[in-house]
């Protein structure tokens, strides 16, 4: 038994471990697909279709185009004939680089829409949405503010509260005190609370109080459309603020590089096909949206590039091109450096070690 048993953490942590990077490398596929055919629609040559670096695992000649699979699917790339691609006008050229991200989100858009149709899983992935204002539990740090497991908030600062978690959340950002009263039925009877705003809306983000998971049933299938749809440009707006955050305020916390990234999706995998599905969404929108910063080894870059001579009629010079795509390299490289590093830290728990949070 001794013997069995770690073979078999084995064997599911290698499952796991492939589940994730298949996962990252079909949405970075997905995404050049989305390059690829919008070439082949305006009929702009595509010598090669490349997915991961490393070792090629896979290679072959279609037509005029070279498909490979390399070893580490995290990143890809379609290569374009030159002269072919300058030779379209400036919305064929548009749309070739914007095909990679409309592609990503409508990867998303499905997702969302299905997942409706099929029924939310629990996950706080999908927290504020598949809870309901009843408390499920409260750590001993929050027990000063005076909460109780078992207790439902039926009113916030004179409003009542209805529906899911999101709406107790959404009432708490939009009320102007610094503290806010709270209305809660607890076995049977009103108690009312005055709490310091701040502590506790910090006491839900970090789940020191958490309420209490609820199955949400799927919905008729339109219903789910519009529901999945709201939900994706929620997040879509959510994922665009936080890469603002990171290019004006300089705030990397809520980014996660590769490592963090390849270790959520095998944690999804192993909660099941929906969780699972609904990360890989996820990371579909960010990449959509990362490919939106005007970085030149970006697709926002590319489309900013194009446009500048669009508008002076005459390409840029070559040599500044260079020179900007390097330092956007150098850029890129860094704060993956950063990131993974950080990510690290966090799975083994080194932040912690040296002094950090």
Request: glycine share 8%; with cysteine; hydrophobic share 50%.
């Amino acid at each position: 038994m001794s013997i069995i048993n770690p073979c078999f953490l084995l064997s599911k942590n290698l499952i796991l471990i492939f589940l994730g990077i298949f996962g990252i490398g079909f949405i970075i596929g997905f995404h050049e697909l989305g390059h690829f055919l919008f070439s082949k629609l305006f009929r702009v040559n595509v010598p090669a279709f490349a997915i991961g670096f490393g070792p090629k695992l896979f290679k072959k000649q279609i037509g005029e185009t070279k498909f490979s699979l390399g070893a580490i699917p995290l990143g890809g790339y379609v290569e374009t004939n030159r002269e072919s691609f300058d030779s379209k006008p400036y919305y064929q050229k548009m749309l070739v680089i914007g095909g990679g991200i409309a592609f990503n989100l409508l990867f998303a858009y499905f997702v969302f829409c299905l997942l409706f149709m099929l029924g939310l899983p629990k996950t706080r992935f999908l927290y504020a949405t598949t809870t309901t204002p009843t408390i499920e539990a409260v750590t001993k740090d929050a027990q000063s503010l005076g909460i109780k497991p078992g207790d439902k908030i039926v009113n916030i600062d004179g409003k009542e509260v209805k529906g899911e978690t999101k709406i107790v959340l959404q009432q708490l950002k939009e009320s102007k005190n610094n503290t806010v009263k709270l209305k809660l039925s607890r076995v049977g009877q009103l108690v009312d609370l005055q709490l310091d705003k701040k502590k506790f809306l910090q006491a839900l983000g970090t789940f020191k109080i958490s309420f209490k998971y609820v199955d949400r049933p799927g919905l008729p299938l339109f219903q789910a459309i519009k529901k999945g749809i709201q939900f994706t440009n929620a997040y879509i707006y959510m994922s665009v603020m936080m890469f603002k955050n990171m290019l004006v305020k300089r705030d990397t916390s809520g980014v996660g590089g590769p490592v963090m990234i390849i270790a959520a999706t095998m944690q999804s995998a192993a909660q099941g096909l929906k969780v699972f599905l609904l990360l890989l969404a996820l990371i579909s929108i960010s990449l959509a949206i990362l490919n939106l910063i005007p970085l030149p080894i970006l697709d926002g870059g590319q489309a900013l590039l194009y446009t500048i001579e669009a508008i002076i009629r005459k390409p840029l010079s070559e040599k500044i091109k260079e020179y900007i795509f390097i330092a956007s390299w150098i850029f890129m490289l860094a704060l993956f450096v950063l990131i993974s590093f950080r990510d690290i830290w966090r799975l083994f728990g080194l932040a912690k070690f040296f002094g950090g949070k």
